[in-house]
């Protein structure tokens, strides 16, 4: 919550302000705005000698595209105010990226540490099965993925409670997807996230005339970054932007505290460290500086928030000195502090774009499952032999030799991870080269949030109009 304004309402202010820059009918922005389905869930689970009772949910915001794709949430913050406005930005992220689903999502609300991997598994697979008694799941309806507090191990637990109920549902393998790759999951989906934020904030700053009015030189090597949480998101995002992008990673806050280094502090390193001794804390060349929130006021190029929301707020906002923040969580910066740092002229990468890796590489993982095989494993052999007879081709017209090592990396097809990266940098580049495209074309749209639900809108608004169902 921020001051008074809900999570959701604040999404459903944001879309109001973008659409106010668009033709789009008052109703038709209602009917974008309005969750569709909402499911709300008590089950018991026995715990010990006794048993407690679960609170869930699951939000199907849109249904102008089928099936609705969202994760699943498990945290003690989870309510339904969250999961609406989760499963809502979902639908503008599915849109803005072109993927073509509708925005949901899933909660529960419990603290994974409090629970064995059986409970863990127990609430998991009771989940489901309420999910599949209401029709609320599969690949056609409605499809999960992991969000904070669930991975690969949850999603797994997912698809095997689903087949048990649907044996024989030729497509069941898309019922949910992150799973791991032994199970029908995809490679790159782990990291898609925060390599996607990588990508994303990469081409924000190849923009040369954009970072001179921030005061930035272009390029990410060298740029000083501050990240919070070392989740999935969180580290993908330091661990790639370190080693793919030069980045100085100068900042890391988790839940025990906030850790600095002027010199840098090595990703890898400090996450062997954790798993090591259980904190960031005493990590060596590394100064402890506060609290969780501590490195959020660092000064540093870019900032990314990949914990939870409402990091930044009334509180702290004014104390905020990034020149870019990459808003990897979803609704990290509440919707009072948002004013305030566009008028201090930070530049803020919304989270509906900049965190969109994860539904695109998932998107690609259902795929992969509809079609029931390895992506480039009919096409790999046949490219090997036509781009090598060109080559050959080649040597034979010119006279001259290509080396073995350049003919094999010139010849081969890629991998599944290969064609997942590429397609997953393609998207995340086009995105922002529409979302930049209406900041140039709309003078009066000052910043990359309001560009970007515009995008969105027109193109969940296009949707409607060609149904049919508004002018
Ligand atoms: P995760 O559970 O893997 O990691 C979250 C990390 O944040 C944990 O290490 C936790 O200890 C840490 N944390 C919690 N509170 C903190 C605090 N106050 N300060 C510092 N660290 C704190 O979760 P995740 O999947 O990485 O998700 C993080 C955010 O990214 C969420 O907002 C989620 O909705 C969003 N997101 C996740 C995905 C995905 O594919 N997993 C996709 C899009 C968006």
């Given at each position: 919550?921020?001051?008074h304004i809900?999570?959701?309402?604040?999404?459903?202010n944001y879309?109001?302000?973008?659409?106010s820059?668009?033709?789009?009918?008052?109703?038709?922005v209602?009917?974008?705005?309005a969750?569709?389905?909402?499911?709300?869930?008590?089950?018991?689970?026995r715990?010990?000698n006794?048993?407690?009772v679960i609170?869930?949910?699951?939000v199907?915001h849109?249904?102008h595209?089928?099936p609705t794709?969202?994760?699943i949430?498990?945290?003690?913050?989870?309510?339904?105010d969250?999961?609406m406005?989760l499963?809502?930005?979902?639908?503008?992220k599915?849109?803005?990226?072109?993927?073509?689903?509708?925005?949901?999502k899933?909660g529960?609300?419990?603290?994974p540490a409090?629970?064995?991997?059986?409970?863990?598994?127990?609430?998991?697979?009771?989940y489901?099965?309420?999910l599949i008694?209401k029709?609320?799941?599969?690949p056609?309806i409605d499809v999960?993925a992991?969000?904070?507090?669930?991975?690969?191990?949850?999603m797994?637990w997912i698809l095997d409670?689903?087949?048990?109920?649907?044996?024989?549902?030729?497509?069941?393998i898309g019922c949910?997807?992150?799973?791991p790759?032994?199970?029908?999951?995809?490679?790159?989906r782990?990291e898609a996230t925060?390599?996607?934020?990588f990508?994303?904030?990469?081409e924000?700053l190849s923009?040369?005339?954009?970072?001179?009015?921030?005061?930035?030189t272009?390029g990410m090597?060298?740029k000083?970054?501050?990240?919070q949480?070392l989740g999935?998101?969180?580290?993908?995002?330091a661990l790639?932007?370190?080693q793919e992008?030069?980045a100085?990673?100068?900042?890391?806050?988790?839940?025990?505290?906030s850790?600095?280094?002027?010199?840098g502090?090595?990703?890898e390193k400090?996450m062997a460290?954790?798993k090591?001794?259980?904190?960031?804390?005493?990590?060596?060349g590394?100064?402890?500086?506060?609290?969780a929130?501590?490195a959020?006021?660092l000064?540093?190029?870019?900032?990314v928030?990949a914990a939870l929301?409402?990091?930044?707020?009334?509180?702290n906002?004014?104390?905020?000195k990034a020149k870019i923040i990459?808003e990897a969580?979803n609704?990290?910066?509440?919707a009072d502090?948002?004013?305030?740092?566009?008028?201090?002229?930070v530049?803020i990468?919304p989270?509906?774009?900049i965190n969109?890796?994860g539904v695109t590489?998932?998107?690609f993982?259902?795929l992969?499952?509809?079609?029931?095989h390895?992506?480039?494993r009919l096409?790999?052999?046949?490219q090997?032999?036509?781009?090598t007879?060109?080559?050959?081709?080649?040597?034979?017209m010119?006279?001259?030799?290509?080396n073995?090592?350049?003919?094999?990396?010139?010849?081969?097809g890629?991998?599944?991870?290969?064609?997942?990266?590429?397609?997953?940098?393609?998207t995340m580049v086009?995105?922002y080269?529409?979302?930049r495209?209406?900041?140039?074309q709309?003078?009066?749209i000052?910043?990359v949030?309001?560009?970007?639900f515009?995008?969105?809108?027109?193109?969940i608004?296009?949707?409607?109009?060609?149904?049919?169902?508004f002018?």
């Amino acid at each position: 919550m921020s001051g008074h304004i809900s999570f959701f309402k604040s999404v459903e202010n944001y879309v109001d302000k973008a659409a106010s820059f668009t033709d789009i009918p008052r109703g038709l922005v209602e009917q974008i705005k309005a969750c569709n389905l909402v499911l709300q869930i008590r089950f018991p689970v026995r715990v010990g000698n006794d048993y407690e009772v679960i609170e869930a949910y699951r939000v199907q915001h849109s249904h102008h595209r089928l099936p609705t794709k969202g994760g699943i949430r498990y945290a003690e913050s989870v309510d339904q105010d969250e999961v609406m406005a989760l499963a809502a930005l979902m639908t503008y992220k599915c849109a803005l990226v072109d993927v073509p689903f509708g925005g949901a999502k899933g909660g529960i609300k419990i603290n994974p540490a409090k629970y064995t991997v059986e409970q863990l598994q127990n609430i998991t697979r009771r989940y489901t099965t309420e999910l599949i008694k209401k029709n609320f799941i599969g690949p056609g309806i409605d499809v999960p993925a992991p969000d904070y507090g669930t991975g690969p191990r949850e999603m797994a637990w997912i698809l095997d409670t689903y087949q048990a109920f649907r044996h024989g549902e030729i497509d069941s393998i898309g019922c949910v997807t992150g799973k791991p790759v032994t199970q029908n999951g995809i490679r790159g989906r782990a990291e898609a996230t925060g390599r996607g934020v990588f990508y994303g904030l990469r081409e924000c700053l190849s923009h040369a005339e954009d970072m001179a009015k921030i005061g930035l030189t272009k390029g990410m090597a060298g740029k000083t970054m501050v990240v919070q949480g070392l989740g999935n998101v969180g580290s993908n995002t330091a661990l790639i932007s370190q080693q793919e992008g030069d980045a100085k990673i100068i900042g890391i806050a988790e839940r025990e505290g906030s850790i600095y280094s002027a010199n840098g502090i090595n990703v890898e390193k400090l996450m062997a460290f954790r798993k090591e001794t259980g904190s960031i804390i005493g990590f060596p060349g590394t100064e402890h500086i506060g609290d969780a929130s501590a490195a959020l006021e660092l000064e540093c190029d870019i900032l990314v928030p990949a914990a939870l929301e409402n990091q930044i707020t009334l509180k702290n906002a004014d104390r905020i000195k990034a020149k870019i923040i990459a808003e990897a969580a979803n609704g990290p910066i509440t919707a009072d502090a948002d004013p305030i740092l566009l008028k201090k002229g930070v530049l803020i990468l919304p989270d509906f774009y900049i965190n969109a890796g994860g539904v695109t590489v998932s998107y690609f993982e259902w795929l992969k499952n509809l079609s029931h095989h390895r992506f480039g494993r009919l096409e790999n052999r046949f490219q090997n032999e036509a781009f090598t007879g060109i080559l050959n081709k080649v040597e034979e017209m010119t006279g001259k030799t290509i080396n073995a090592r350049e003919k094999d990396f010139l010849t081969r097809g890629g991998t599944e991870v290969e064609l997942v990266n590429s397609g997953l940098q393609d998207t995340m580049v086009v995105a922002y080269q529409q979302i930049r495209e209406t900041l140039l074309q709309h003078s009066d749209i000052q910043d990359v949030r309001t560009a970007a639900f515009v995008c969105s809108l027109k193109k969940i608004a296009s949707d409607y109009v060609s149904m049919g169902i508004f002018p």
